[in-house]
Protein backbone atom coordinates (compact mmCIF):
# COMPACT_ATOMS: atom_id res chain seq x y z
CA UNK A 1 0.00 0.00 0.00
CA UNK A 2 1.36 3.06 -1.07
CA UNK A 3 1.85 6.08 1.93
CA UNK A 4 0.42 10.03 0.36
CA UNK A 5 1.62 12.75 1.76
CA UNK A 6 -1.07 15.72 1.04
CA UNK A 7 -0.07 18.94 1.77
CA UNK A 8 -2.84 20.72 2.61
CA UNK A 9 -3.45 24.60 2.52
CA UNK A 10 -4.73 26.23 5.32
CA UNK A 11 -6.31 29.31 3.57
CA UNK A 12 -7.96 27.96 0.14
CA UNK A 13 -10.54 25.12 0.23
CA UNK A 14 -10.48 24.82 -3.42
CA UNK A 15 -6.87 24.16 -3.49
CA UNK A 16 -7.64 21.06 -1.37
CA UNK A 17 -10.98 20.30 -3.05
CA UNK A 18 -8.47 20.11 -6.38
CA UNK A 19 -6.25 18.19 -4.11
CA UNK A 20 -8.60 15.39 -3.13
CA UNK A 21 -10.03 15.14 -6.45
CA UNK A 22 -7.14 14.45 -8.00
CA UNK A 23 -6.64 11.43 -5.01
CA UNK A 24 -10.54 10.49 -6.32
CA UNK A 25 -9.41 10.12 -9.99
CA UNK A 26 -5.92 8.52 -9.78
CA UNK A 27 -5.90 6.07 -6.92
CA UNK A 28 -8.39 3.71 -5.16
CA UNK A 29 -8.99 3.38 -1.79
CA UNK A 30 -7.38 0.13 -1.02
CA UNK A 31 -4.18 1.05 -2.73
CA UNK A 32 -3.52 4.17 -0.77
CA UNK A 33 -3.39 5.44 2.95
CA UNK A 34 -2.87 8.74 3.10
CA UNK A 35 -1.31 11.69 5.43
CA UNK A 36 -2.98 14.99 5.55
CA UNK A 37 -0.36 17.52 6.72
CA UNK A 38 -0.83 21.07 7.15
CA UNK A 39 2.13 23.81 8.73
CA UNK A 40 1.21 26.63 10.35
CA UNK A 41 3.97 29.40 10.52
CA UNK A 42 5.14 30.39 14.24
CA UNK A 43 7.72 33.07 13.71
CA UNK A 44 8.84 33.80 17.28
CA UNK A 45 8.73 36.02 18.21
CA UNK A 46 5.24 36.92 17.03
CA UNK A 47 2.13 34.85 18.43
CA UNK A 48 -0.01 32.60 16.37
CA UNK A 49 -2.83 34.58 15.26
CA UNK A 50 -6.30 34.21 15.89
CA UNK A 51 -6.78 33.15 12.28
CA UNK A 52 -4.57 30.53 12.51
CA UNK A 53 -6.02 29.51 16.24
CA UNK A 54 -9.24 28.95 14.55
CA UNK A 55 -7.14 26.00 12.14
CA UNK A 56 -5.78 24.59 15.12
CA UNK A 57 -9.18 23.32 16.97
CA UNK A 58 -8.32 20.06 17.82
CA UNK A 59 -11.54 18.34 18.14
CA UNK A 60 -12.55 19.70 14.51
CA UNK A 61 -9.29 20.40 12.50
CA UNK A 62 -11.54 22.12 9.97
CA UNK A 63 -9.02 22.93 7.51
CA UNK A 64 -9.42 19.32 6.68
CA UNK A 65 -13.33 19.28 6.04
CA UNK A 66 -12.91 19.57 2.01
CA UNK A 67 -10.28 16.75 1.98
CA UNK A 68 -12.51 14.38 4.37
CA UNK A 69 -15.63 14.62 2.40
CA UNK A 70 -14.64 14.31 -0.67
CA UNK A 71 -11.82 11.21 0.35
CA UNK A 72 -14.79 9.48 2.81
CA UNK A 73 -13.56 6.04 1.49
CA UNK A 74 -9.98 6.44 2.01
CA UNK A 75 -8.10 6.09 4.90
CA UNK A 76 -6.95 9.26 5.99
CA UNK A 77 -4.77 10.66 9.22
CA UNK A 78 -4.92 14.12 9.44
CA UNK A 79 -2.02 16.31 11.16
CA UNK A 80 -1.46 19.98 12.18
CA UNK A 81 2.06 21.00 13.19
CA UNK A 82 3.24 24.38 14.54
CA UNK A 83 6.57 25.10 13.12
CA UNK A 84 8.79 28.06 11.75
CA UNK A 85 9.62 26.65 8.11
CA UNK A 86 6.40 24.65 6.75
CA UNK A 87 8.72 22.81 4.06
CA UNK A 88 11.21 21.64 6.49
CA UNK A 89 8.60 20.00 8.72
CA UNK A 90 6.64 18.16 6.04
CA UNK A 91 9.61 17.04 4.49
CA UNK A 92 10.98 15.90 8.17
CA UNK A 93 7.26 14.52 8.29
CA UNK A 94 7.63 12.46 5.56
CA UNK A 95 11.10 11.25 5.89
CA UNK A 96 9.86 9.70 9.29
CA UNK A 97 6.55 7.69 8.26
CA UNK A 98 8.17 6.66 4.97
CA UNK A 99 5.87 8.35 2.55
CA UNK A 100 6.32 7.79 -1.23
CA UNK A 101 4.94 10.62 -2.71
CA UNK A 102 4.95 14.35 -1.59
CA UNK A 103 1.45 15.79 -3.57
CA UNK A 104 0.56 19.48 -3.28
CA UNK A 105 -0.68 22.06 -5.86
CA UNK A 106 0.95 24.24 -7.43
CA UNK A 107 0.20 27.96 -5.71
CA UNK A 108 1.59 30.37 -7.77
CA UNK A 109 -1.04 32.38 -6.38
CA UNK A 110 0.97 36.32 -7.25
CA UNK A 111 3.69 35.11 -9.28
CA UNK A 112 6.05 34.76 -7.48
CA UNK A 113 8.86 32.27 -6.96
CA UNK A 114 8.30 29.38 -5.43
CA UNK A 115 10.76 28.10 -3.41
CA UNK A 116 7.96 25.95 -1.48
CA UNK A 117 8.49 22.97 -3.82
CA UNK A 118 12.36 23.24 -4.55
CA UNK A 119 12.76 22.77 -1.25
CA UNK A 120 10.91 19.64 -1.12
CA UNK A 121 12.37 18.17 -4.27
CA UNK A 122 15.94 18.89 -3.18
CA UNK A 123 15.69 17.78 0.41
CA UNK A 124 12.84 15.14 0.54
CA UNK A 125 14.16 12.62 -1.38
CA UNK A 126 10.75 11.36 -2.41
CA UNK A 127 8.88 11.83 -5.66
CA UNK A 128 6.97 15.11 -5.39
CA UNK A 129 3.64 15.26 -7.48
CA UNK A 130 2.80 19.17 -8.05
CA UNK A 131 -0.50 19.88 -9.34
CA UNK A 132 -1.25 22.82 -11.88
CA UNK A 133 -3.64 25.46 -10.19
CA UNK A 134 -5.77 25.92 -13.06
CA UNK A 135 -4.39 29.43 -14.90
CA UNK A 136 -0.86 28.22 -14.23
CA UNK A 137 -0.21 27.66 -17.84
CA UNK A 138 -1.25 30.88 -18.95
CA UNK A 139 0.38 32.79 -16.36
CA UNK A 140 3.88 31.53 -17.73
CA UNK A 141 5.03 35.01 -19.74
CA UNK A 142 4.35 36.98 -16.78
CA UNK A 143 6.40 35.89 -14.67
CA UNK B 1 -5.74 7.15 -23.44
CA UNK B 2 -3.18 8.23 -20.59
CA UNK B 3 -0.52 10.44 -22.19
CA UNK B 4 2.42 10.55 -20.56
CA UNK B 5 5.32 13.17 -21.39
CA UNK B 6 9.14 11.98 -20.70
CA UNK B 7 11.35 14.91 -21.22
CA UNK B 8 15.04 13.37 -21.60
CA UNK B 9 18.69 15.16 -21.86
CA UNK B 10 20.82 12.26 -22.78
CA UNK B 11 22.11 11.87 -19.18
CA UNK B 12 21.25 8.34 -17.36
CA UNK B 13 19.60 10.14 -14.71
CA UNK B 14 16.96 11.09 -17.00
CA UNK B 15 16.52 8.25 -18.48
CA UNK B 16 15.58 6.68 -14.68
CA UNK B 17 12.11 8.54 -15.27
CA UNK B 18 11.84 5.02 -17.43
CA UNK B 19 11.60 2.79 -14.65
CA UNK B 20 9.21 5.02 -12.74
CA UNK B 21 6.73 4.72 -15.93
CA UNK B 22 7.17 1.03 -16.01
CA UNK B 23 6.14 0.41 -12.60
CA UNK B 24 2.84 3.30 -12.12
CA UNK B 25 1.69 2.79 -15.93
CA UNK B 26 -0.52 0.20 -18.18
CA UNK B 27 0.83 -0.48 -21.14
CA UNK B 28 -2.49 -0.93 -22.73
CA UNK B 29 -4.05 2.47 -22.19
CA UNK B 30 -0.80 4.50 -21.66
CA UNK B 31 1.07 6.57 -24.52
CA UNK B 32 4.25 7.98 -23.70
CA UNK B 33 6.34 11.43 -25.72
CA UNK B 34 9.24 10.64 -25.14
CA UNK B 35 11.45 14.45 -25.95
CA UNK B 36 14.00 15.55 -26.09
CA UNK B 37 15.25 19.21 -26.81
CA UNK B 38 18.59 20.75 -28.12
CA UNK B 39 19.25 24.21 -26.97
CA UNK B 40 22.63 23.76 -28.43
CA UNK B 41 22.44 25.14 -31.44
CA UNK B 42 20.94 28.49 -30.73
CA UNK B 43 23.36 28.97 -27.71
CA UNK B 44 25.77 30.54 -30.22
CA UNK B 45 28.76 29.34 -28.85
CA UNK B 46 29.17 25.32 -30.12
CA UNK B 47 31.47 25.18 -33.07
CA UNK B 48 30.12 22.05 -35.78
CA UNK B 49 31.88 18.96 -33.75
CA UNK B 50 30.17 20.13 -30.49
CA UNK B 51 27.18 20.22 -32.45
CA UNK B 52 27.62 16.67 -33.93
CA UNK B 53 28.70 15.29 -29.98
CA UNK B 54 24.96 16.20 -28.88
CA UNK B 55 23.09 15.23 -31.57
CA UNK B 56 25.05 11.92 -31.09
CA UNK B 57 24.30 11.74 -27.62
CA UNK B 58 20.70 12.92 -28.28
CA UNK B 59 20.07 9.90 -30.65
CA UNK B 60 21.66 7.67 -27.78
CA UNK B 61 19.26 8.16 -25.14
CA UNK B 62 16.39 8.27 -27.22
CA UNK B 63 17.30 4.85 -28.86
CA UNK B 64 17.89 3.79 -24.28
CA UNK B 65 14.23 4.27 -24.11
CA UNK B 66 13.33 1.65 -26.49
CA UNK B 67 14.77 -1.02 -24.09
CA UNK B 68 12.99 0.47 -21.28
CA UNK B 69 9.82 1.15 -22.73
CA UNK B 70 9.02 -1.45 -25.23
CA UNK B 71 5.67 -2.31 -24.07
CA UNK B 72 4.30 1.16 -24.32
CA UNK B 73 2.90 2.86 -27.37
CA UNK B 74 6.18 5.28 -27.56
CA UNK B 75 6.24 8.61 -29.65
CA UNK B 76 9.81 10.19 -29.87
CA UNK B 77 10.42 14.12 -30.66
CA UNK B 78 13.68 15.76 -30.77
CA UNK B 79 12.84 19.70 -31.37
CA UNK B 80 15.60 22.71 -30.81
CA UNK B 81 15.08 25.20 -29.04
CA UNK B 82 16.35 28.47 -27.17
CA UNK B 83 14.39 27.00 -23.83
CA UNK B 84 14.28 23.69 -23.03
CA UNK B 85 11.95 24.58 -20.24
CA UNK B 86 9.80 26.43 -22.24
CA UNK B 87 9.90 24.07 -24.94
CA UNK B 88 8.93 21.11 -22.27
CA UNK B 89 5.29 23.08 -21.23
CA UNK B 90 4.55 24.22 -24.61
CA UNK B 91 5.07 20.51 -26.07
CA UNK B 92 3.25 19.36 -23.28
CA UNK B 93 0.09 22.32 -23.37
CA UNK B 94 -0.20 21.49 -27.59
CA UNK B 95 -0.02 17.96 -27.14
CA UNK B 96 -2.76 17.63 -24.32
CA UNK B 97 -0.03 15.70 -21.43
CA UNK B 98 -2.04 14.27 -18.92
CA UNK B 99 1.33 14.15 -17.04
CA UNK B 100 4.93 14.76 -17.31
CA UNK B 101 7.49 12.86 -15.24
CA UNK B 102 10.84 13.80 -15.01
CA UNK B 103 14.15 14.12 -12.97
CA UNK B 104 14.73 16.76 -10.32
CA UNK B 105 18.52 17.40 -11.65
CA UNK B 106 20.69 15.71 -14.37
CA UNK B 107 23.94 16.94 -13.58
CA UNK B 108 26.33 14.86 -11.91
CA UNK B 109 27.76 16.53 -8.85
CA UNK B 110 24.82 19.10 -7.73
CA UNK B 111 23.23 17.34 -5.24
CA UNK B 112 21.98 20.21 -3.43
CA UNK B 113 20.67 22.59 -6.26
CA UNK B 114 17.20 21.45 -7.70
CA UNK B 115 17.67 21.46 -11.59
CA UNK B 116 15.99 25.01 -12.79
CA UNK B 117 14.23 22.87 -15.97
CA UNK B 118 12.10 21.00 -13.40
CA UNK B 119 11.93 24.02 -11.23
CA UNK B 120 10.36 25.62 -14.23
CA UNK B 121 8.31 22.99 -15.55
CA UNK B 122 6.25 22.30 -12.25
CA UNK B 123 5.11 26.12 -11.97
CA UNK B 124 3.99 26.77 -15.53
CA UNK B 125 3.11 23.39 -16.51
CA UNK B 126 -0.92 22.66 -17.32
CA UNK B 127 -0.87 19.05 -16.08
CA UNK B 128 0.35 17.06 -12.94
CA UNK B 129 4.43 16.92 -13.15
CA UNK B 130 6.15 14.28 -11.22
CA UNK B 131 9.57 14.98 -10.06
CA UNK B 132 11.78 12.20 -9.04
CA UNK B 133 14.61 12.33 -6.50
Known amino acids: MKKLLLVVDKSKAEFNQFLAEFIVNNYLPEEVEIEAVTVIND ?16 DKMPVFNKISSILNKYKVNKHIFIDTDNAQRIVQFAKDNAVDTIILTNPNKYNLPN ?5 LVNHSGI ?8 SNYGNKKSA | MKKILLPIDGTNKSLESCKYIVENFNTDNTKI ?21 ANKNVLKAIDNTDNELKNFDV ?12 EIVSFAFENNIDTIVMARATKEGIKKISGSVSKYVSKFAHCPVI ?3
Open chain 1, 127 to 134: KVLVLPYK
Open chain 2, 75 to 86: EKTVVTSKSAKE
Open chain 1, 43 to 58: HYPYTITSVDKKIITK
Open chain 2, 131 to 133: ILP
Open chain 1, 115 to 119: FFVPY
Open chain 2, 33 to 53: YVLNVNEDFYHGFSNTGESEK
